[in-house]
Structure formats: structure tokens, C-alpha cells
Antibody, heavy 117, light 110 residues
């Protein structure tokens, strides 16, 4: 059974940093691209960033480019999102998601990031 | 990277059909046959319902179907059931390893 478990969310002040982690299990992690998708409370889904199996291809939404960094450790079956210069508009549930070839087939339960002073 | 446009809400009675549109551009929906649809119940993670425009994952009822014409994709739910009441989001590959989601549609079963 595929499982994606996010961690690292919490309350952080504007301008500070936070690192999210996603522990993957139930599939061969290093065979698949992975993504981060976020959802502000009561709002829609927003694709944030994606990384291919080898970390050779990485992409970001314009809204987070130059502030967020996606990475993965295939030896640890883990995905990460380093978030810097956080803003109030970054407040959202952050979902870790598995790619199955141009679509997401599995989602984690999400971790809440709240940016507030 | 503008969000794809979906109607804010659609509704139907049990047994009826509803269709949700998802309008993008020549750079996303119109460029690739990589449109997917997700169902999200309150407080839950999204669930894949349709991928590659019209393919259904195993376990998804055949009441759900997808199509695309030009820059607009559509999700149709036939034989609407109470458990179909949820938010629905489309998503399209947009090139250079980027994706874009739709604005979301709330489906209400009357």
C-alpha cells in the first residue's frame, strides 16, 4: 500500500524558513517523480514544485521560485521542501504527491504551514 | 501559470448527469493530452478520478468520464449519487515539468 506521510509543518513568522519532509513507502520510490501541492484553507489546489526520479529535472511555480527548494533522498525514500522567505500567502496545507506519468495518483494527508507573526 | 477556469459550482438531482468544464490555453490543456481530474471531500486529500483526459483508474466507477476539445476539458458524472457531492479539480501538464490546477468546482447533489 502506497503511503506518503508529510511532516515539518507548523507556525512560522514571516521571513523565516521551514523544511517539510515526506516519508514514502509501499512503492519503489526512486522510480517515480514526486511533487508538492498546496491548498490554502478553504481555497483550491496549487501545484508548487516537482522533481524527477534522479533530481535531474526540477520545476517550480512562479509564486515560489527562488524561495523554495525541492529535493529528494532516494536512499531514505524521502522528499523535501525547503521554504525560505515565507509570506502570509504561503499559509496552506502542503501535500506530498506521487507522479505516475503526467498525473498524480497518490497524495499524502498534508501538513499545515501557518505563516503569521 | 494561470489557474485553469472551472465553474464555481454545479448541481443535480440523484440519477441526473452533470458536466464540469475546465478551460485552459494552447500552452496547457490545448497542448497536451495530460488532463487529470481529482475529487476532494471536506478535510480529505484529493483522489484521482480521471487521467490522460479520459482514462479511469481501477476502482473509479464508470459513471465518471472525461473528454477534451481544444483548450477545454470536461468531466461528466452520470447517474449522480449522494457520495459524489464534493469538490472537483482539473489539472493539466503545462510543459517544462510544470502543472496547473483548475479553480475547483463544488458539486451539490440536490
Amino acid at each position: 500500500e502506497v503511503q506518503l506521510v508529510e511532516s515539518g509543518g507548523g507556525l512560522v513568522q514571516p521571513g523565516r524558513s521551514l523544511r517539510l519532509s515526506c516519508a514514502a513507502s509501499g512503492f519503489t520510490f526512486d522510480n517515480y517523480a514526486m511533487h508538492w501541492v498546496r491548498q490554502a484553507p478553504g481555497k483550491g489546489l496549487e501545484w508548487v514544485s516537482g522533481i524527477n526520479w534522479s533530481s535531474g529535472s526540477i520545476a517550480y511555480a512562479d509564486s515560489v521560485k527562488d524561495r523554495f527548494t525541492i529535493s529528494r533522498d532516494n536512499a531514505k525514500n524521502s522528499l523535501y521542501l525547503e521554504m525560505n522567505s515565507l509570506r502570509s500567502e504561503d499559509t496552506a496545507f502542503y501535500y506530498c504527491a506521487k507522479d505516475e506519468g503526467y498525473y498524480i495518483d497518490y497524495w499524502g494527508q498534508g501538513t499545515l504551514v501557518t505563516v503569521s507573526s | 501559470q494561470s489557474a485553469l477556469t472551472q465553474p464555481r459550482s454545479v448541481s443535480g438531482s440523484p440519477g441526473q448527469s452533470v458536466t464540469i468544464s475546465c478551460t485552459g490555453t494552447r500552452s496547457d490543456v490545448g497542448a497536451y493530452n495530460y488532463v487529470s481530474w481529482y475529487q476532494q471531500h471536506p478535510g480529505k486529500a484529493p483522489k484521482l478520478m480521471i487521467y490522460d483526459v479520459s482514462k479511469r483508474p481501477s476502482g473509479v466507477p464508470d459513471r465518471f468520464s472525461g473528454s477534451k476539445s481544444g483548450n477545454t476539458a470536461s468531466l461528466t458524472i452520470s447517474g449522480l449519487q449522494a457520495e459524489d457531492e464534493a469538490d472537483y479539480y482539473c489539472c493539466s501538464y503545462a510543459g517544462d515539468y510544470t502543472f496547473v490546477f483548475g479553480t475547483g468546482t463544488k458539486v451539490t447533489v440536490l
